[in-house]
């Protein structure tokens, strides 16, 4: 079974800190997103990266960033927290970038910023 | 054009029920539809997907109805158990893209 490991379960941040959210799959997938997830909104894109230091825009990336060094890992980056970016994040990653793959998907990181 | 309405919100059925969660599209480039579930303090996982040729997909007690011309497909979910409350989400994708409903928050009342 692929695992996708999600670094926190919960994190308390400040407003302005720089914030990291870490993300590692084991299946030697190419592709890896990152979601956020708000009650009543569903799933929003933030960013995806389909190959090692690629990254492509979801559909709300303002106010972060992504990093991609190691095919199994994908950051996620909070350059200065907000109080609005408090929020359920979740990891994905797919085999391939086609529309038939499915998305496996960590078990979130619930994070506050204060 | 790019959205997922996903009917209803939220849906409290009996043990035993019929539970019914209905999504619309409007882009005919869509050529996957799968479903996901998530439980509380879990991230969503595949549940069971349809193609666009096909009209019905069956496993288990879970079911697809895809109605291509009208551009809808809903999930039943026959015999409904109290371990299948849950959140689900319908989607549609094609390429890269993948399209997210908002969710429905299913609750099985014993």
């Known amino acids: 079974d692929v695992k996708v490991t999600q670094s926190s379960r919960y994190l308390v941040k400040r407003t302005g800190e720089k914030v990291f959210l870490e993300c590692v799959q084991d299946?030697?997938?190419?592709?890896m997103f990152w979601y956020r997830q708000d009650p009543g909104l569903g799933l929003r894109l933030i960013y995806f990266?389909?190959?090692?230091?690629?990254?492509e825009k979801g559909d709300i990336p303002e106010g972060y960033s992504v990093s991609r060094e190691k095919k199994e890992r994908f950051s996620l980056i909070l350059e200065s927290a907000s109080t609005n970016q408090t929020s359920m994040y979740l990891c994905?990653?797919?085999?391939?970038?086609?529309?038939?793959?499915?998305?496996?998907f960590g078990d979130g990181t619930r994070l506050s910023i204060l | 054009q790019q959205q997922v309405k996903q009917s209803p919100q939220s849906l409290i059925v009996q043990k035993g029920g019929i539970s019914i969660i209905n999504c619309a599209y409007e882009?005919?480039?869509?050529?996957?539809f799968p479903w996901y579930q998530q439980f509380p303090g879990k991230g969503p996982a595949l549940l069971i997907a349809?193609?666009?040729?096909?009209s019905e997909k069956k496993e288990g007690r879970f079911t697809i109805s895809f109605n291509k011309s009208a551009k809808q497909f809903s999930l039943h979910i026959m015999d409904s158990q109290p371990g299948d409350s849950a959140t689900y989400f319908c989607?549609?994708?094609?390429?890269?893209?993948?399209?997210f409903g908002k969710g429905t928050r299913l609750h099985i009342l014993p």
């Open positions: 349809i193609r666009p040729d096909v």
């Open positions: 299946m030697d997938h190419e592709n």
């Open positions: 989607a549609a994708s094609w390429g890269d893209k993948i399209i």
């Open positions: 994905a990653s797919s085999l391939r970038l086609l529309s038939n793959q499915p998305q496996h």
């Open positions: 882009n005919t480039a869509f050529d996957y």
């Open positions: 990266s389909y190959d090692v230091k690629m990254k």
